[in-house]
């Protein structure tokens, strides 16, 4: 049995809100698969429908191949992280994981290893209610790892963390998926996936709007896009739209071009002789081609909204 | 105490009460149960010892609910964490306190007074010869009634902010009012079944709702009430201090 | 290696596997343990308060007599006796059985004639004039007819009714062949009805002529109870077999013992009648030879249910935990992670109940068992009679105490889930359970409705712990104000139980349907 979540179809309502609607995605192995979109998007949700926490109104969600509940051992197949604060206060550390441990039927020797792993042997034997909320989230991540599962699923597992504890999720991420484990990880702010996520699904009003490759996203926003300085940002602007360019203001004496080559731009500036500084390809962030793809979804939203629901 | 921090403590506090999940219902329990135990001590009462002590005994078990209502005010807030945002906006602990007891007491005694009606009306009507509505000694335990039940609520708060657990503040509470009449049911001994009536919060309390042989009891009615009050008093002061010095 | 073998050790099966958790859950709370030992010691304090005299009985009334089985008993009686060494029988008449009552409403020294329902004049076999000795006895009785009775709580009815009068007598016949005594009556002397056997130990025994009498009891109000003595006239005993000596009087048990006395100005006594046909009596007593009962029949004393008075307490604190053990699953969002790692949530719920139900039973028994022992000796030093029951009805208070507390703690965590809060599950525990409890036994309810609570509420599993059985030969006020339960010990747990079913079952039903 091979890790991975394949998600169809998912439809949930909780009274007047349509949290899931129709929400379909599959997270591979091998990779980190960032779960991204705005809060109230239907990302723990779905992620509570996926541990059968929840029971959906259609659709299913499968962990490698199973649906979880049917899972004999589950951790052992899934490991996640969906709330921090899920503890008993006064129990200690690695007493919150042994128990856990026990369900699984698992050696109190795992619970030391990934205790360990996750940089907390020193406060095993310590009350979980004094952790504080970086110590919490490596608690969590503890108790996702315990069964050595081939999937994972954390939800905002950046969440109050100082940067050296958000460089170091983002490092056991990697290495898990290095190690050939599918992971999904959902966060509402898209920087956090910077340098992590090798696939994007991104989520708005219950359903997917964007289920892509992270290298692919980048180079379909970047492509075209030119960052030129001048000192007549006006006389450059009317030379380039009149060539059937689109120009935005970028910056005091910056101008944002699309729509014509870097080669063509030359030619038109100095055909026309209006002077330049500098002339370069843009470099997007994920933040911006996120930004990019959900105002497309509004757009497309604002244009199907009569078959929305259906 | 600032009397306008403490209006406006008493009217968040009466705002949180009552969009507390199961107020509605806790107060209708309140009354539900408070009538129909008082009822069905009356109906098929062959000795009418103390018809208005018969109407009346259904507060032994509306009480109970009266102790819910005060320990979920303060266990809800602990749970939630939203104790801090109450203590960020009313810094003193006191008006704190004294805000959730006045909110809770006004209800109670509303609600109680309600149930304490009712009671007396039903007894007024099963019971055969009994109890008058107008005379001293009934309206002294139907007003004791109702004090006794903001008494109790009031315990239950101070309790509650003591040790701040739902559970194990209802369970203190219930243990302190139910166990002195189990104990006096069992001890053989006359002497230490007198004492225990007396100093017990429950039957020295209801020692008001008496209306005959005041002379036999072993506290008098006013006396009970106001031993019933030193609990109180103390349970508040204990919740008011681990209030005070300990953090939220 | 160290894994391996651990592995092994865990390989038991899923259901096993979340008790296990559970397990590990519970005890890592530190004060969910101390609660535990806290109920346990709170169970076994309790007694001490129970059991505070200010010692009104200096000296010692002391313990009551014991029966062969065990059980506390009454066992006083005027006897006219001869030993009889080995085979042999007694026949006599009994042409009267009268009295005379206390009026209880007329003030001290107004007496009115009248007999109780169990007063009795008859004859009785017995190896031992010593309280408590087993015995077999046929006698007429003040309103239930010829009866045949033996060791206490055994008790025959024959086909002779009414009151022995000169018109009307009653001839008793005991025969004794070995150590078998059987009883006969008649209404002539002639005519002989068998009505049963009864064995004695062998030897020689006592036997005679005997009157009785217990205490009048108003079975209607307030459930009082009032002296009564009476007198029984009888004909000239006929013997057969191996006799020894005269005849002899002796007032067994020195006074009219726990559920009878003396009308003032009585004594207990007899008076040879002699006349044509030789030697007939009279004798006069008060007293009974039954088993002691609760309420008015039974007089001040302890029971088995007054040692257990701290079951209270360790109700409520047990019911706190397992509402906790339930209601901390929902605050803090931690029931997800239970059930991420368990999803089967019936199992869950069943580890719990069964981890709840097991702590509850350990500690409910083991504080019983303190308890039982420690209260007795309490109340022998205070001097003050304890009602002994049999070993096996002990057992069972025990055992039952625990199982009690089991199914009180399963109704406590099945309140919690459905009420997902510990404060209100822990209110609607002691509401169902400590307080129709109260409010029956308190004599705050008229005994209709209170036998109702009884029957109908999870407080008739209370009934596990009444140790004092009820003897259709033994008139007192079975109500639960003085102890007694509508249902039987186990079926009165039956009910408790049944309801902590039902509410697992509603919780289980729940925890399946409800989003977690």
């Given at each position: 049995m091979d890790g991975g979540i394949e998600i169809e179809g998912l439809r949930k309502r909780f009274g007047a809100t349509q949290a899931l609607d129709g929400m379909s995605f599959v997270v591979r192995p091998g990779r980190v698969t960032g779960f991204v979109g705005p809060n109230g998007a239907g990302k723990s949700t779905t992620m509570r429908v996926v541990l059968g926490l929840d029971a959906p109104d259609a659709g299913r969600a499968l962990v490698g191949g199973h649906p979880?509940?049917?899972?004999?051992?589950p951790l052992r197949r899934l490991g996640s992280l969906l709330d921090t604060g899920a503890l008993q206060p006064s129990r200690t550390a690695r007493n919150h994981l042994l128990w856990l441990a026990h369900t699984q039927g698992l050696p109190q020797s795992r619970v030391d290893h990934v205790l360990g792993q996750v940089g907390l042997a020193d406060a095993a034997?310590?009350?979980?209610?004094?952790?504080s909320l970086g110590m919490r989230q490596r608690l969590g991540i503890a108790a996702a790892l315990l069964g050595d599962p081939p999937t994972l699923m954390l939800d905002?597992?950046?969440?109050?963390?100082?940067p050296e504890g958000i460089r170091w999720i983002r490092a056991l991420l990697v290495s898990l998926a290095a190690e050939g484990r599918a992971v999904l990880v959902s966060s509402h702010l898209m920087s956090e996936l910077e340098g992590v996520a090798d696939h994007l699904v991104v989520v708005g009003r219950g359903r997917v709007v964007a289920d892509t490759g992270v290298r692919e996203l980048l180079d379909g926003v970047a492509a075209g896009r030119v960052i030129l300085r001048t000192t007549s940002p006006t006389a450059a602007a009317t030379v380039l739209a009149r060539a059937g360019a689109t120009v935005r203001p970028s910056g005091p004496d910056a101008l944002t071009v699309t729509g014509v080559s870097g080669e063509a731009i030359v030619s038109l500036l100095a055909g026309n002789g209006v002077s330049f500084a500098e002339l370069s390809a843009h470099r997007v962030t994920l933040e911006e081609a996120y930004l990019e793809l959900t105002r497309e979804a509004v757009q497309f939203r604002a244009s199907s909204d009569p078959e929305a629901g259906r | 105490m600032n009397t306008v921090v403490l209006g406006r403590a008493c009217r968040a506090e009466w705002t949180k009460l009552r969009t507390e999940t199961g107020f509605r219902w806790l107060l209708v329990g309140l009354v539900a149960v408070t009538v129909a135990v008082g009822a069905a001590s009356c109906d098929g009462a062959r000795s009418v010892g103390d018809p208005a002590r018969l109407a009346l005994s259904g507060v032994t078990a509306g009480q109970a609910v009266a102790v819910v209502l005060a320990v979920l005010s303060v266990s809800g807030e602990y749970g939630s964490g939203l104790i801090q945002l109450t203590l960020s906006a009313v810094p003193a602990r006191t008006t704190v306190l004294a805000a959730k007891a006045a909110v809770l007491s006004a209800t109670v005694a509303v609600t109680g007074g309600v149930a304490v009606l009712g009671s007396l009306l039903l007894g007024h009507l099963l019971l055969?010869?009994?109890?008058?509505?107008?005379d001293g000694s009934s309206l002294r335990a139907a007003l004791g009634s109702v004090l006794y039940l903001v008494l109790v609520t009031l315990l239950a708060l101070g309790v509650g902010f003591a040790v701040r657990d739902g559970g194990v503040a209802s369970g203190t509470v219930l243990a302190l009012l139910y166990l002195f009449p189990l104990l006096t049911h069992v001890v053989t001994d006359p002497w230490l079944q007198r004492q225990l009536a007396r100093v017990g919060p429950m039957p020295a309390g209801l020692a008001v709702q008496a209306t005959t042989g005041l002379d036999r009891l072993p506290i008098g009615p006013w006396t009970g009430l106001g031993v019933l009050a030193l609990w109180t008093g103390a349970a508040l002061l204990l919740g008011g201090a681990v209030l005070r010095r300990r953090g939220a | 290696m160290r894994t391996t073998r651990e592995v092994r050790k865990m390989r038991p099966t899923g259901s096993m596997r979340t008790l296990h958790a559970e397990w590990t859950k519970f005890r890592t709370v530190r004060g969910w343990v101390l609660g535990c030992v806290g109920a346990a010691l709170a169970t076994v304090l309790f007694v001490l308060i129970g059991t505070v005299s200010s010692n009104q009985h200096p000296g010692g009334a002391a313990a009551l007599p014991v029966g062969p089985g065990g059980e506390a008993v009454d066992d006083s009686y005027s006897f006219v006796h001869r030993t009889l060494t080995g085979d042999g029988s007694l026949t006599v008449q009994v042409t009267a059985l009268t009295g005379v009552l206390s009026?209880?409403?007329?003030?001290?020294g107004r007496t009115s004639p009248g007999v109780t329902p169990w007063a009795k004049a008859g004859i009785i076999v017995t190896p031992s004039l010593t309280p408590g000795s087993s015995y077999v006895a046929v006698t007429a009785t003040g309103a239930h007819g010829v009866r045949m009775q033996d060791d206490y709580v055994h008790d025959r009815a024959a086909d002779l009714t009414g009151v022995p009068s000169p018109a009307t007598p009653q001839w008793l016949r005991l025969v004794r062949a070995g150590r078998n005594v059987t009883g006969y009556d008649s209404t002539d002397g002639t005519h002989w009805t068998e009505i049963g056997t009864a064995s004695v130990p062998g030897g020689a025994v006592q036997a005679g002529l005997f009157v009785t009498s217990p205490a009048a009891v108003q079975t209607d109000g307030g459930g009082g109870s009032s002296p009564a003595t009476a007198t029984g006239t009888f004909g000239r005993p006929a013997l057969t077999g191996a006799w020894q000596g005269g005849w002899a009087y002796a007032q067994v048990g020195q006074d009219a013992g726990a559920s009878g006395s003396y009308v003032p100005g009585t004594t207990g006594g007899y008076r040879a009648n002699g006349d044509g046909a030789g030697v007939g009596f009279s004798i006069t007593g008060a007293g009974d030879i039954a088993p002691v009962v609760g309420g008015p029949a039974g007089g001040p004393a302890f029971t088995v249910e007054t040692f257990l008075v701290g079951t209270f307490v360790g109700l409520i604190v047990l019911g706190v935990l397992a509402a906790q053990f339930a209601a901390a699953e929902y605050r803090r969002g931690l029931l997800g992670l239970t059930l991420a790692a368990t999803p089967k949530r019936g199992r869950v719920l069943g580890a719990k109940a069964v981890l709840v139900a097991a702590v509850a039973f350990v500690v409910g028994a083991g504080a019983a068992a303190v308890t039982l022992p420690l209260g007795e000796a309490r109340a022998h030093a205070v001097h003050f009679a304890v009602l002994t029951v049999p070993a096996a009805e002990q057992l069972r208070a025990v055992l039952g105490t625990g199982l009690l507390l089991a199914a009180a703690a399963v109704l406590a965590l099945s309140l919690g889930v459905l009420l997902r809060r510990s404060a209100t599950a822990i209110t609607a525990l002691v509401a169902v359970t400590v307080l129709p409890y109260l409010l029956a036994l308190g004599g705050m309810l008229p005994t209709g409705p209170a036998q109702w609570l009884l029957r109908l509420t999870p407080a008739a599993g209370f009934a596990v712990q009444q140790a004092l059985p009820r003897y259709e030969q033994v008139l007192s006020v079975y109500t639960p104000a003085n102890g007694?339960?509508?249902?039987?010990p186990w079926g009165g747990f039956a009910v408790l139980a049944g309801w902590a079913l039902a509410a697992l079952a509603a919780a289980a039903f729940v925890l399946r349907r409800r989003d977690a």
């Open positions: 979880y509940r049917s899972l004999a051992e034997r310590r009350r979980a209610g004094g952790f905002e597992p950046f969440n109050g963390l100082d | 055969a010869g009994g109890p008058a509505l107008t | 009026d209880p409403n007329g003030g001290p007694y339960f509508p249902l039987p």
